[in-house]
Nanobody, 121 residues
């Protein structure tokens, strides 16, 4: 079991930026982020496999950037131009998804507890 601990959530104004982090208890092949807004299903945000390309949901492409520091076993999600609709609990994930399954929550074996991000007008 890989433990994942997110940090950096909070309340921010629309149009501003926020960076959240996730530290894994051991090295992982893939790391990513999902989010879940109240009353909605959990949705893919971004994913990055070791040495591979980045994957993004269309709703965040161009605004969010995923990165990782393998030496620190840490994944980051830089979020710019935040919108009210970005309000959600953001979950860090880790696992070994194949390319076609990166956006499928069932393809990720390990989940963090989540961090709340609220974007206010």
């Amino acid at each position: 079991q890989v433990d994942l601990v997110e940090s950096g959530g909070g309340t921010v104004q629309a149009g501003t930026s926020l960076k959240i982090s996730c530290v894994a208890s051991e090295a992982t092949y893939g790391m990513g982020w999902f989010r879940q807004a109240p009353g909605k299903e959990r949705e893919f945000v971004a994913g990055l496999r070791r040495g591979g390309p980045e994957f993004y949901a269309d709703s965040v492409k161009g605004r969010f950037t995923i990165s990782r520091d393998n030496a620190k076993r840490t994944s980051y999600l830089q979020m710019n131009s935040l919108k009210n609709e970005d309000t959600a609990v953001y979950y860090c994930v880790a696992g070994q998804p194949i390319t076609s399954a990166v956006r499928n929550p069932h393809a990720w074996a390990h989940w963090g507890q989540g961090t709340q991000i609220t974007v206010s007008s």
